[in-house]
Structure formats: structure tokens, C-alpha cells
């Protein structure tokens, strides 16, 4: 996409550059018709190229932020799996401890209910 996108915007440039020529010489080999919002655009040729150089910077930044996006998917997701994977050790603990403190009660009430001779 980025290749495509550079010679996209070396072929608009060139395209641009080349209809400013022709403009300033007076020739419209192509016979496009020029408004007065076009004549207007037209008296200043690095206004006009500046567009086009932020029209790149903009795909471009569009471009990196999808390929962002799209590296950290396999990021996210081992990350769900882990926090995943911690809860399911978080709650098998607290059912360890759960087991333990019921084993103790009960061993406890056995040694408090022993009647001595």
C-alpha cells in the first residue's frame, strides 16, 4: 500500500506540476475548463502542491495507524488469554483457600468437641 501510495503521489505531483506549466504558458492542450475558483488556485502553484503533500502525509498517517491497529491484534489477544488465564488461577486459589480454612474449621471443631476421661 505505501508503494502504491508513493507513485500515486509522484503521478499527482507530475500531474499537478505539469497543468501548472501548461496554465502558465497560456497552452490548455487537454481543454479543461477553468472556472474562476480553478483561476483563482491557480495563481498560486505551491499552495496547490503543498495539498498534495499533505493529502500524502494524511494517507500515509491512515496507513501507519491500520497497520498499527493490525500488528496488535495477535498483541490484544494473547493479552485477553493471559488475563484469562490468571483469573481462572485467581479462582482456583481462592477454592484452594476455601477448602483449606474448611478443612481447619472442621478439624478445629473435632479437637473442641474431644471429651477428655
Same mark, same amino acid.
Given at each position: 500500500m505505501r508503494e502504491a501510495e508513493e507513485q500515486f503521489t509522484i503521478l499527482m505531483t507530475g500531474a499537478v506540476t505539469?497543468?501548472?506549466?501548461?496554465?502558465?504558458?497560456?497552452?490548455?492542450?487537454?481543454n479543461i475548463e477553468v472556472n474562476d475558483e480553478l483561476h483563482m488556485l491557480m495563481r498560486d502553484k505551491e499552495s496547490v502542491v503543498n495539498v498534495v503533500v499533505n493529502m500524502h502525509d494524511k494517507h500515509m498517517a491512515s496507513l501507519d495507524a491500520k497497520e498499527d491497529d493490525l500488528s496488535n491484534i495477535? #498483541?490484544? *489477544?494473547? !493479552?485477553?488469554?493471559? /488475563?484469562? #488465564?490468571? *483469573?481462572? !488461577?485467581?479462582?482456583? /486459589?481462592?477454592?484452594?483457600?476455601? !477448602?483449606?480454612r474448611a478443612f481447619h474449621n472442621f478439624q478445629f471443631d473435632d479437637i473442641e468437641n474431644v471429651e477428655m476421661p
Open positions: 505539469s497543468f501548472f506549466d501548461q496554465y502558465s504558458r497560456g497552452s490548455n492542450e487537454d495477535p #498483541l490484544r *489477544e494473547l !493479552e485477553a488469554f493471559v /488475563n484469562g #488465564l490468571k *483469573e481462572a !488461577e485467581q479462582a482456583r /486459589n481462592r477454592e484452594a483457600i476455601g !477448602e483449606s
